[in-house]
């Protein structure tokens, strides 16, 4: 599933995972997609905080592009999980051409 490699970060299905406050990247600056990930909304349970609302985009790397001119596509939904399903899926089908 996902494992860390040594002075490579986390990796999650062959592709890097990285997260800057409520920011998730994954994918590689260096290939042409990226999926962003934005927890929107948390509840606690127990003591941990759990995203009840997450925004997915797929984006585009290139640098020349203006940030909303990058976003392929998006999508809301209710759990990381669910939210990283999509988003492994998209990022695959752009990276294979399809």
Known sequence: MSEVKKGNGL??????????????????????????????DTKKEQDM?????????????DPDLKS???VVKKSEKDSLYAAMDVGCIWLERALAGK
């Open 11 to 40: 990796v999650y299905k062959n592709h890097p995972l990285r997260r800057v406050d409520n920011l998730i990247y994954y994918g590689s600056m260096a290939d042409k997609y990226i999926v962003l990930l934005q927890i929107l």
């Open 49 to 61: 905080d759990v995203a009840t609302r997450v925004s997915v985009q797929l984006q585009m790397t």
């Open 68 to 70: 909303r001119d990058r």
